[in-house]
């Protein structure tokens, strides 16, 4: 286990690495913003209900605070880890490289549409579609406390008597998870690039330990894509209820919608884990080279070189854990779909 001292130290040039992912993330935006076809109209089969249209809608709610837990859990673990491990220099390189990261995913997000006309992202699912739902939908929280308290709330009731739209608390929770995931993905990101972190000189190796810690952040970025798909998911099937069992237009359109981000959220985590992965073992084989049998028994820094079948399938399935969640519906629905009977 690494001390918590504050001595470790990261060179600006492998700082560079955190980029891409970035640049994977803003490929990804440009190619489906440029390529994808976010006019479909699809046409629903039944009319609106009011009690699926609130159970979708409960469900998007719960995706979102799960959401937002793990990424603020990601961000805080990010924080504390670098504050106890690395000196003043790097604590402050690491923070700086976290704001820019975090400031270019919101620049692009928030000014896709001036850049390249980037639509919002459920166009591609529908926008009539999402139009008529939040059309018809009802949020009716002020009329509620109006007819049941009396007094100065009567006041509030009158002040907003037309119900608050569904659509404007749908963006604000997308703009809110736009927020929170540039920060915690950057977190993520820069984390794992910490892990090429060097102790001062004459210090013990440290290569096992900054393994360990890749692989957490790792798991934690992992985690925070999978979350991340789950709130696409949930958002996607909302307006399920338009739609009878027979009709699978919707259908295949979601499940091509989340495969492409599953592949590209996967892709987000091999970008930032791979170099990195590569450039510790490069510098671990260098030492080796380097040091006599004597010390390489003793410090025995290759003891997690070759992690095993088990460790490969965790870090395989972690990496593929995005493209999984998406591309899962989708092989359920096939299977189903095989199964039926006339």
């Not at 540039?182 to 440290?206: D, F, Y």
Request: hydrophobic share 50%; with cysteine; glycine share 8%.
């Amino acid at each position: 286990m690494l001390p918590r001292n504050r001595t470790l130290n990261i060179k600006s040039g492998d700082l560079w690495i955190a980029l891409l992912p970035v640049i994977v993330f803003i490929a990804g935006e440009w190619f489906m913003s440029t390529f994808g076809f976010y006019r479909v109209t699809p046409f629903p089969d039944t009319e609106f209900d009011a009690a699926a249209e609130a159970g979708g809608r409960y469900t998007v709610y719960g995706m979102f605070f799960l959401f937002a837990a793990v990424c603020i859990g990601v961000t805080a673990v990010f924080f504390l880890d670098v504050n106890s491990l690395f000196n003043r220099a790097s604590r402050r390189r690491l923070f700086a490289i976290v704001a820019g990261l975090g400031a270019i995913v919101l620049i692009v997000v928030v000014l896709g549409p001036w850049i390249w006309s980037s639509p919002k992202t459920y166009w591609f699912a529908g926008k009539n579609l999402f139009d008529h739902l939040f059309q018809h939908a009802k949020i009716e929280w002020c009329c509620i406390a109006g007819n049941d308290f009396a007094g100065t709330l009567q006041i509030v009731a009158e002040s907003c008597r037309e119900p608050f739209s569904v659509g404007q608390a749908f963006n604000w929770l997308l703009k809110i998870a736009n927020i929170l995931i540039a920060i915690a993905a950057a977190s993520a990101i820069v984390g794992a690039v910490s892990c090429l972190g060097e102790p001062p000189a004459q210090a013990r190796p440290i290569f096992e330990d900054q393994c360990d810690r890749l692989n957490h952040y790792l798991y934690l970025g992992a985690a925070l894509m999978v979350c991340g798909m789950l709130l696409i998911l949930s958002w996607l099937h909302w307006p399920d209820f338009y739609f009878t069992p027979e009709n699978k237009s919707y259908a295949t359109l979601v499940n091509g919608l989340t495969i492409y981000y599953g592949v590209n959220y996967s892709l987000i985590v091999v970008a930032y884990y791979a170099p990195v992965a590569l450039v510790l073992s490069e510098r671990q084989a260098k030492r080796t080279q380097s040091a006599n049998a004597a010390k390489l028994s003793r410090s025995g820094p290759a003891g997690k070189q070759h992690p095993g079948i088990a460790g490969t399938f965790k870090v395989a399935f972690a990496l593929l854990s995005p493209f999984l969640t998406g591309v899962l519906p989708t092989l359920i629905t096939a299977l189903s779909g095989g199964i039926d009977t006339p």
